[in-house]
């Protein structure tokens, strides 16, 4: 059974940081590409970073390019998102998710993933 678990979330002042993790279990985790997405409250799920399985290039919505970095360690089967400079409106339920795409745009759609965690909440209060 896939299981991705995200964990990390928290309450944090705006202008502070916070790193989520993605583990997963139950797949070939070095082989899968790993997105996160995040939803606010009345909101779509958005696209927000993802790192490729192979070579490990990384991909960010322009919102977050320079505050939020992707990275994995394989050995881990484990995904960060490192969070710097946050803002209020970076305030959502932040979800990983893995397909075993590598194409850029299939990435940062939400519909070409094939399995997904709970989510965990990340509030960045003014």
């Known amino acids: 059974q896939v299981q991705l678990v995200e964990s990390g979330g928290g309450l944090v002042q705006a202008g502070g940081s916070r790193r989520l993790s993605c583990a997963g279990s139950?797949?070939?985790?070095?082989?899968?590409?790993i997105g996160w997405f995040r939803q606010a409250p009345g909101k779509e799920r958005e696209f927000v970073a993802a790192?490729?399985?192979?070579?490990?290039?990384?991909y960010y919505t322009d919102t977050v390019t320079g505050r939020f970095t992707i990275s994995r360690d394989n050995a881990k089967n484990t995904v960060f998102l490192e969070m710097n400079s946050l803002r209020p409106e970076d305030t959502a339920v932040y979800y990983c998710?893995?397909?075993?795409?590598?194409?850029?745009?299939?990435?940062?759609?939400?519909?070409?993933?094939?399995?997904w965690g709970q989510g965990t909440q990340v509030t960045v209060s003014s």
């Open positions: 139950g797949l070939a985790f070095e082989s899968y590409s």
């Open positions: 790192i490729k399985w192979s070579h490990d290039e990384t």
């Open positions: 998710a893995a397909t075993d795409s590598l194409l850029a745009e299939v990435l940062k759609n939400s519909r070409h993933y094939d399995y």
